[in-house]
């Protein structure tokens, strides 16, 4: 058992940080309703929202250093913005991927540049940019 003899005295420095660390908590804290409610109307999916908030609560507390005061809501909702512009991004990219596999699985005999495309291994950018033929 530590005596408390040797636990550190704690300073002013030490409180004040521990307020305001405090402080932010409970203004983020407070933003979370408002901010399920802004993913919700992006998401348009409960699911999806709910994840894109926690996403936002840990970014923002893993971030609570960078915060350099003002408007915590406008932050709070800039880091949301930006989660969902991420998730669409990703989902697009991905959408492509499965249409392009799809249409290598009905075709297998597509040729890119006269070379045949085999397992559905193809660079997506410029995909549709090549000249491709059919073979029957």
């Known amino acids: 058992m530590l ?6 005295e ?7 940080d521990l307020v305001s ?8 804290e407070a ?8 993913a919700r109307a ?3 999916d409960a699911d999806i929202a ?10 923002a507390l893993r971030s609570e250093r960078l915060f350099l005061g003002g408007d915590i809501r406008s932050w ?3 880091i949301l913005t930006n989660l969902n512009r991420n998730r669409r991004r990703s989902l697009a990219r991905l959408e492509g991927a499965i249409a392009i596999s799809r249409f290598l699985a009905r075709f297998p005999n597509y040729a890119l540049n006269g070379q045949p495309v085999r397992g559905g291994r193809v660079r997506f950018r410029g995909f549709l940019k090549v000249p491709c033929t059919v073979n029957t």
């Open 31 to 38: 933003m979370i309703p408002a901010l399920r409610r802004y």
């Open 3 to 8: 005596d408390k003899a040797f636990a550190p």
């Open 42 to 44: 992006l998401a348009r």
């Open 50 to 59: 709910d994840d894109l908030v926690q996403d936002t609560l840990v970014r």
């Open 21 to 28: 660390m405090t402080a932010f908590r409970q203004s983020v």
């Open 76 to 78: 709070l909702y800039t």
């Open 10 to 16: 704690p300073t002013e420095e030490s409180t004040e």
